[in-house]
Every structure is written in C-alpha cells, then in structure tokens.
C-alpha cells in the first residue's frame, strides 16, 4: 500500500465501520437503521423520499452546519501539518465570537466593510488565542494538549461573563441583535433556501480552504512548517526557525478557528450568545481534521460528511431514532481513524519483521 | 467564620470526585499512557450510577451504593476501549482519548432515551445518604466539619489518597507500573510486562473515574445530564499537573479546586468577593492549572514515557 493510497483507505474504512457500528447501535436497541440513512438522505438532497417532496430548507441547513467544522477542521489540521495537537479550537472560537460580537455591536461601519471588520477581528481574537499556547510551547515547552484544553474552560467563562457584564445582555443569555451592516445573513440567500439561516459565511469558508492548501503545499513557508511536523531536530538542523513555526501555526490555526466563531455569531445567528455548555465545534474539528487527512481538499469533503451528521439530526429524533446517534458515529469514525494508524503500523512492522527474516533465510 | 463553617463540607463534596478522578489519571499516566478520557470515563460512571440508582430506589435502600459499583464498572469496561487503543493498536493516545469523551456524550444519552425516553435519566429522590459519625459528630468546630452529614465519597476520597500513595510507592506493583512510566523499553529488560501493566494502569483509572463519575452525580445532581460532569474530568487533569503526578499533591490541589467551586456559590454572603462575578471562579481552576504547566515546564515532574508510543526496539 503505497502512502497516497493508505491516506484515502484509512479514512474511507473508518467512515464505513463508523456507519456499519451505528446501524448495529441502532439494530441492538430496537431502531431501524433505514430511518437513520433515509434522514441523512434527506438532510443533504432536501428530498423527502416518501412523498419525494423538495425543500431546499434541509439544504441549507446542512451548509450552515458544515461552515463552521469545515474552519475548526482546517484549525486542527494546520496544526497537525506542525506536530502540534490543537484541542483549543473550541476556546479559539469563543474568542473569534467575543470579538465579533464586540465589533458588531459596538463599531458603526458601513454595509460590506462593517462585516469584513468583524471577520479580521474575529480572526484576529482567536489567533490571539492561539498564539498564547503556541508561545508558550515553543518558550517554556509547555504542553499543547492539556493548555488548550484549560483555554478552552476560561474561554468558555469568559464568554459567559462577557455577555452579561460587558455586553449588557438584558436576558443574560443573548445580546441585543447586531446592525444588519455587520452580518453575513441576507434575505435574498434565506428565500432561496425557503427560509433557512444560510448565509454568505460560504464565502469566506472557501476562501479559507484555498488559503490552507496554497500556504501549505505551495508557499517555502508551508515547506518549513511541513518540515518541523515531521521531524523538529532536522528542520532546526536544516536552519528553519522552529519555534517561529510553532507560534505562526498555532496563531494561523487559531485565526481559521476564530473565524468560525464570526460565522456562526454573524452568521448562523444575529446576536450574542451565553452559553450552558461547550458547544463541540473545536471537538467536531478534530474529527474533521483526522478524517479528512490534515490536507485541505479532505478537511473540507470530511466537514460536509460530518455537517451532514449534524444536519440530519433533528430528522433522525423525529423518526424515533435518538439524535445521538450521530456522535456515537462520529466518535466511533475518530476511533478508528486513530486505531488505523495503529494498524497500518503493525502492518510495517509485521512486513519488516518477514524481511529480517527471509534475510535470514537468504544468509543460512 | 459560620460562612466558612458551612462552606468547608460543600468544597468536601466538590473536591471528592475531583480528587478520585485525578488518582485514577495518575494512575494511568504513571503507566505510560496519557488519559484525557477522563471527563468521558466519567460521563459513563455517572449515567451508570445514576440509572441504577433509579431503577433500584423503589427496592432497595443500598440503591446509591449498588449505583455507585455500577459506574465504578461501567467506567472499568469504558476505559477498556482507550487501553485497547493505545496499548494493543498504539493509537495516539489523546486522539484515542478525544474519541472516548465524544462516545460518552453520545452513548449516554444515546441510552437515556433508549431506556428513559427522554434526553437524561429519570430523577432519583435520595441518591447517596449523608453520613454522620455517632459521638464525633457531636464534638464542637471538628463534628461538624469533618463528622455530620458528610457526603461519603469525601471519606472514599482520602482513603484512595493513601492507598494510592501506598501502592504505587510502596508496592512491588507501584515500582513496575512507575517503571512503565518512565522508561518501559528498561522495564521490559527487566522482565516486566508493560502492556499488561499499562492495561491495569488504565483499568484502574477507568475505575476510579467511574467512581468520582457516580459520586458526583449522586451528591451534586438529581439525575444525569450530559451536563452533569461539565468538565470535572478535565479539572482532574489540572489536579494530577497541579499535584505533580503525587496523591498528596492530587488531595491538596483537589481540595483547593473545591474550595474554588464552593466559594462561587458563598461569594454572594462574602463581603469582600461579592463584587467578583461568578464565572471567575469557575475559570479559577482552569487558569490555575494553565500557570502551574508554565511554572513547572522545564521540569521533568510528569512521568516521562507518559503518552509515548511503546516502541520496543527504541534504546
């Protein structure tokens, strides 16, 4: 198995067995797998295949859940290409939504430029994020893992804290809505879509895919943050500036994540939002990001498959099947994703182990 | 002063499943493997004991205690699949435990309606009966604190402390499984056998994630929510960095995490802290946490192999 192929196998097994573990999940407890697969079907095509009724409803939902782990999944996957672990995206979105409600609410801008503020802000707050983890990293060595993980807590609070002490929620559970001039959300878009929440955070969503594969596959740039994910000592040998790298990625990683945080503050919804609980968006990235192979054309395939998931949920809990399902599915695909490496490594090993030993059998 | 009387047994109840959990992940980092699951490891404890705690209220008084075994072994068969993982497919440990803390939210609800119908279990009404020591609870300042109406995981939490001292440091097993930790290609020179160790290491933390799961859930909450842990496990980890990979240590931190929890619900009748929003509290541990990493980065106090794909031909 050559190492281009073994990258598509990999995923592609592990989605099949994520799926063949759900409809047994499902078998087990009494449910019919056919709903599940006829509401994901639906979810994506907007056909109900009943009555073969058409809403482009579905459609656009299903976009609009895919927008923001498409961005959290290019966050952890950029990582990834520098040897980095990024768990924080979740905390980086926080950061991109803080600063976004805080530019949407309180900059007075005109239509156009008013939104594009918002996203650099966005960006920037949530690079911000990144970059605290990354320089420490690089500085005093500090684990990446568990570091984000505390960020992603303090963000979360600080969040909540915001929305009430700074943004003045009257509620204390949403701030006042923003000015139309800083959102993504059109009118035009929602009646194509019979009314669903889809909006022009698509374009930024694909602006940022190309951005991830051109920094990474074409620019000297992307060479040297390639060189210090696989192998640090070389690439500092080599004369790349390593920690530079480690900073410049966490800062880029925590940008695209921030930038999901805006298009679901300004996108999927108009206001601020307090929130009861992590909402996932950095932990579903991660299952993007290792699904779709840390490269940019795959992130973006693995994000609709998962957005499909997410898309297809409220379906799946109107047909009797249990929502959760679909993490259940997607846990079991990270899984075997992060089983297959281990595979693929006794596979090699078990191939070595046969060339010692036919070396052996040559020297007798 | 009564503030402070009142406040210290709630941070006993917050601190306990803290303290238990963060034994078990020392557990399994001294082995080698790193264990991130723990936040899911005690989702599943939780729902384990929270579900048999329902089922079994109507039968029997002992209904928390069988709860809380249930999630101890829930937690024992959950952890299995991160042992599996990382010791037989060498998978990459935080992958594999990322992948564990999303099954857990998904799988217990997932059962919650298949056996509940609705997103969480049905509310138990007692969950775990407050103990009182008879004759010391009556001693005045000391009963009260330590003796009346005391949440048991409390007792169940210094108990693990010092048995986990004792047996990773003073036991034949303790030196194997810290070994493991440490330098495992040294260990397997010697003999040991580091797969199995590094099961038992990780088995042990399912169990007593599983525990501190239950626990919390039967002493915090009238039923399971997928909301129910909201990142204690994580806070665990902080306790275990925080304490530096030491059961003495994972008390100390423990208990000044709880104190940190029960002092958001205080602030509002203490002068001094009732300006300070509630959030900063609940940050408090994660920021603490983050500050010790630094302080400590550049010192070799985790155990070294921690996290590290067993390479046995590695020198």
């Not at chain 1, 809990?317 to 259940?328: E, T």
């Not at chain 1, 846990?331 to 089983?339: E, K, N, Q, S, T």
């Not at chain 2, 009346?148 to 030196?175: E, R």
């Amino acid at each position: 198995m050559t190492k281009k192929s073994a990258s598509l196998i990999i995923p592609l097994v592990s989605i099949l067995l994520g799926f063949a573990l759900g409809a047994i999940v499902l078998v087990a407890t009494g449910r019919n797998p056919v709903s599940m697969f006829l509401a994901l079907f639906q979810g994506v095509t907007g056909f109900t295949t009943k009555t073969g009724a058409f809403n482009p409803r579905y459609v656009g939902e299903f976009i609009i859940q895919s927008m923001p782990i498409i961005l959290t999944g290019l966050s952890v996957g950029f990582a990834f290409r520098v040897g980095l672990f990024n768990i924080g995206a979740e905390g980086q979105v926080l950061a991109g939504s803080m600063a976004a409600i805080a530019v949407g609410l309180w900059v007075k801008a005109p239509p156009g430029l008013h939104v594009v503020l918002v996203l650099l802000a966005a960006m920037a707050a949530g690079g911000l994020w990144g970059a605290i983890p990354g320089w420490l990293k690089a500085r005093f060595n500090v684990h990446e893992v568990v570091m984000t993980i505390m960020m992603n807590y303090v963000a979360f609070n600080l969040n909540n804290l915001l929305i009430v002490e700074v943004f003045k929620s009257a509620d204390r559970v949403k701030t006042a809505n923003f000015p139309a001039s800083a959102l993504l959300r059109d009118p035009a878009l929602a009646a194509l879509t019979n009314g669903s929440r889809f909006n022009w955070g698509f374009v930024p969503v694909i602006l940022a895919v190309v951005a991830f594969w051109f920094v990474i596959e074409k620019t000297t740039f992307g060479y040297s943050l390639r060189a210090v994910g696989f192998n640090k000592d070389a690439a500092k040998y080599a004369g790349m500036k390593v920690n530079r790298n480690i900073v410049m990625s966490m800062i880029i990683a925590g940008a695209f994540a921030g930038l999901a945080g805006a298009v679901l503050t300004v996108g999927t919804f108009n206001y601020g939002r307090a929130l009861p609980a992590m909402e996932g968006y950095g932990m579903d990235g991660i299952a993007v990001a290792l699904v779709g192979g840390n490269a940019a054309i795959g992130i973006f395939l693995s994000g609709l498959l998962f957005g499909m998931l997410k898309a297809a949920q409220p379906l799946m809990q109107s047909q009797g099947i249990p929502k959760d399902i679909a993490s259940i599915i997607q846990a079991a695909i990270v899984l075997f994703v992060a089983m297959k490496h281990g595979i693929d490594f006794l596979l090699r090993h078990l191939a070595r182990k046969k060339a010692t030993q036919s070396v052996e059998e040559a020297g007798t | 002063m009564n503030i402070l009387l009142t406040m210290i047994p709630i941070a006993f109840v917050y601190a306990s499943p803290i303290i238990i959990a963060a034994l078990g992940g020392m557990f399994s980092e001294r082995s080698g493997i790193v264990n991130i699951a723990l936040e899911g490891i005690m989702m599943v404890g939780a729902f384990a004991a929270a579900a048999v705690t329902v089922i079994l209220e109507p039968i029997t008084p002992a209904a928390g205690y069988i709860g809380i075994l249930a999630g101890v072994a829930a937690g024992m068969i959950f952890s299995l699949l991160h042992a599996f993982a990382s010791v037989n497919l060498k998978a990459d440990q935080v992958i594999s435990g990322t992948a564990l803390n999303i099954l857990a939210g998904g799988l217990t609800v997932y059962l919650c309606q298949i056996f509940f119908k609705q997103q969480r279990t049905m509310a138990f009404t007692t969950g775990l009966v407050k103990l009182s020591v008879p004759g010391l609870a009556d001693v005045p300042i000391i009963g009260p604190l330590f003796f009346k109406d005391v949440s048991p995981p409390f007792y169940a939490a210094l108990v693990f402390v010092i048995l986990a001292w004792f047996v990773v440091y003073k036991t034949p097993f303790g030196l194997r499984l810290r070994s493991c930790g440490e330098h495992p290609q040294a260990a397997a020179s010697m003999g040991i056998k580091v797969a199995r160790m590094r099961y038992a290491g990780v088995v042990i933390s399912g169990a007593l994630a599983g525990l501190a799961g239950g626990a919390m859930v039967l002493t915090q909450d009238i039923q399971y929510t997928v909301a129910s842990v909201h990142g204690t496990g994580f806070i665990a980890l902080g306790c275990l960095i925080f304490g530096k990979w030491n059961p003495f240590g994972v008390l100390g931190a423990g208990l000044f995490f709880g104190f940190a929890q029960a002092s958001s619900i205080y602030a509002k009748d203490i002068p001094f802290l009732k300006a300070v929003p509630l959030e900063v509290f609940y940050m408090l541990p994660y920021v603490l946490t983050a500050i010790a990493l630094v302080v400590f980065s550049g010192k070799s106090v985790g155990p070294k192999a921690a996290g590290e794909i067993y390479d046995t031909g590695k020198r």
